[in-house]
């Protein structure tokens, strides 16, 4: 309806039909009504190219609109007294008004203005007579009262139509802002995986070879040059476990092969730490834990790596174990060691217990810390299973190393 090539074609058809049937005689009328009905076709041409045409499909105009009833009133009086066949314009005259006028208040008093214009040509063509009266009555009513109904009920179909684009425009917007916001988070996300595993691989095994090349030094200097070797043998292949783990790091392989080798794994990391603390450290896994699926073999090996790294770095222990156990629908790993101990309530400002905490958290679990000082301390991970022993399926840890 706001195409403005539709509204030439049906001013021009209208009205060039409407001036066809006087000319040829379909309505009688002498020569002067004729020339003042073929003016006010011409008018009601000049109208719509002037005043309406410009504004069809653009924002409201309130001097605009108040010009065209102006101009349709004059029209509709002149040309209805000429002859009431010319009151056939309120077929063009009402969606005009509807459509120029922008809104149901607009339209429904332009529908009334042209009601009230065609009823004075009436009036004014036939006289005052009661059937005069009558017929106008009778053709503005009937006119107005549709006109009115349709536009009210179009203009509702435009407004439905007008708020679902509002609303597909916000959903799209909206849709946007959610996959940027997902974007953003998987990224923090990408970010803080990749700091634990950082922490749990690289940065231990570097922290390692800082403790065993300060050992080596130091039997350096004192001379005990077959210690000294030893401990730089160790140091070459903790250093060649680190890089092999940034090169799993990098090429994102598993960290705990499809086979059960959870034992074999921490026993690896056992040795590593005998070596870097000089601590008895006894290992045991039952066959449940060797059962467990790779993710949580991952999230279980990679506390024991960093509970043996605090051991190592902090507690001066002498005797640590670890164990690692399945059954009633958890699966258990307990580091006990015997070292100087601290306070769990004070704030720490390594990233090791609370990256450990966020870990098993991941995972569905619970970290447990029982200490104190003086009196060694107990790390306790407790990760949940399904009713039949196999694990829940939940959070996947990301791509680990091996140790």
Not at 159 to 182: I, K, M, N
């Amino acid at each position: 309806m706001l195409r403005k090539r539709w509204w030439d074609a049906a001013v021009v058809a209208g009205s060039a039909a409407t001036a066809v049937a006087l000319a040829f005689g379909l309505v009688p009328v002498d020569a002067v009504e004729a020339t003042v009905a073929y003016a006010a076709i011409v008018a009601f041409v000049l109208m719509y190219l002037i005043i309406a045409r410009p504004v069809i499909g653009e924002p409201h105009s309130p001097p605009r609109f108040v010009w065209l009833l102006v101009a349709l009133a004059v029209i509709l009086v002149v040309g209805t007294a000429a002859t009431g066949f010319l009151a056939i314009l309120q077929a063009l005259a009402y969606p005009l008004v509807w459509v120029i006028g922008d809104t149901r208040r607009n339209g429904v008093i332009g529908s009334a203005v042209i009601a009230v214009a065609v009823l004075a040509g009436y009036v004014i063509g036939g006289g005052s007579t009661t059937g005069a009266v009558l017929a106008g009555l009778a053709s503005t009513g009937f006119s107005f009262a549709f006109a009115t109904a349709l536009g009210l009920w179009i203009s509702g179909i435009a407004e439905y139509g007008d708020e679902r684009a509002r609303l597909v425009e916000e959903l799209t917007a909206a849709q946007a802002e959610v996959r940027a916001l997902s974007h953003e988070r998987g990224a923090a996300e990408e970010r803080e995986r990749l700091a634990r595993d950082i922490h749990d691989t690289l940065a231990q095994s570097l922290a390692g070879l800082v403790i065993l090349a300060e050992r080596a030094g130091r039997q350096s200097r004192e001379g005990a040059a077959d210690a000294a070797a030893s401990t730089m043998s160790t140091v070459e292949q903790v250093a060649r476990d680190a890089l092999a783990e940034a090169r799993a790091l990098v090429a994102r392989t598993a960290a705990v092969p499809d086979e059960p080798a959870l034992g074999a794994a921490i026993e690896r990391l056992a040795d590593r730490f005998r070596a870097q603390a000089g601590a008895a450290i006894d290992v045991a896994v039952d066959a449940a834990a060797e059962a467990l699926d790779r993710d949580r073999q991952v999230v279980l090996l990679r506390c024991v790596q960093e509970g043996l790294s605090n051991v190592a770095r902090h507690a001066q222990a002498t005797i640590v174990s670890v164990t690692v156990t399945g059954g009633d629908g958890v699966a258990t790993l307990e580091i006990v060691d015997d070292g100087r101990g601290f306070d769990p309530s004070e704030s720490r400002a390594g990233f090791g217990i609370d990256g450990m905490g966020d870990r098993v958290a991941l995972a569905g679990g619970t970290l447990e810390v029982d200490s104190a000082p003086g009196a060694g301390t107990t790390v306790r991970v407790r990760l949940p299973l399904g009713a039949d022993g196999t694990p829940r399926p939940g959070a996947h840890s990301p791509a680990e190393v091996a140790p």
